[in-house]
């Protein structure tokens, strides 16, 4: 079982990688007791044969390692447990969004867990794609790009120096919009 809800993330966002996308966003937004948790690429997408079999843990299109893909079958279980929904658009060469929505305040939803310790360094360690994060509520959207960020201060890649910088604009931007255990 995963223990947080950013390690579904980071299984989305490997996933998106796996498919060849270069721009990934996350959207995570809280409106109205709803936590709605997205992540739309420009990868290679699924024909309607590949999605069916995208929900089992059975089959995979990993090459190497682990030949199973408990990823997203798992964050299937876990948002069917608390009573949400999760929907799967793609198309063959258009990319594909994945799109949960589970309720904030269930008492068995998993904590969110330290989204700024998942998703940064897989930014960091992602040469060759952008990443833009959409954070919504408390009546606020916060936007972090990387594209945006690397042309403001004038380099053409992160670096590791990078990681704390960008750490603590996530956990701000998540304390601002209300994304946080015990809010």
Do not use: Y
Not at 43 to 69: E, Q, W, Y
Not at 143 to 159: A, F, P
Request: with cysteine; hydrophobic share 40%; proline share 6%.
């Amino acid at each position: 079982m995963v223990e947080d809800l950013s390690m579904h993330i980071a299984d989305l966002l490997e996933n998106s990688f796996r498919a060849g996308a270069k721009h990934v966003e996350l959207r995570l937004s809280l409106l109205r007791g709803t936590l709605r948790l997205e992540v739309n690429d420009d990868g290679s997408g699924m024909d309607g044969d590949l999605l069916r079999k995208a929900a089992d843990p059975f089959f995979t299109t990993k090459r190497h390692g682990k030949r199973i893909g408990l990823g997203l079958p798992l964050f299937l279980q876990t948002v069917e447990e608390l009573g949400g929904t999760l929907e799967v658009s793609t198309r063959p060469g258009g990319g594909t969004r994945v799109r949960a929505e589970i309720p904030w305040h269930h008492p068995d939803r998993p904590p969110l867990g330290d989204l700024a310790e998942t998703v940064v360094p897989i930014i960091l360690t992602s040469p060759g794609v952008e990443f833009r994060i959409v954070l919504e509520g408390n009546g606020e959207r916060i936007e972090l790009d990387t594209e945006r960020l690397k042309e403001e201060l004038g380099i053409s890649c992160l670096t590791p120096e990078a990681m704390g910088p960008l750490m603590r604009m996530v956990r701000e931007a998540m304390d601002r919009v209300g994304l946080k255990e015990g809010a």
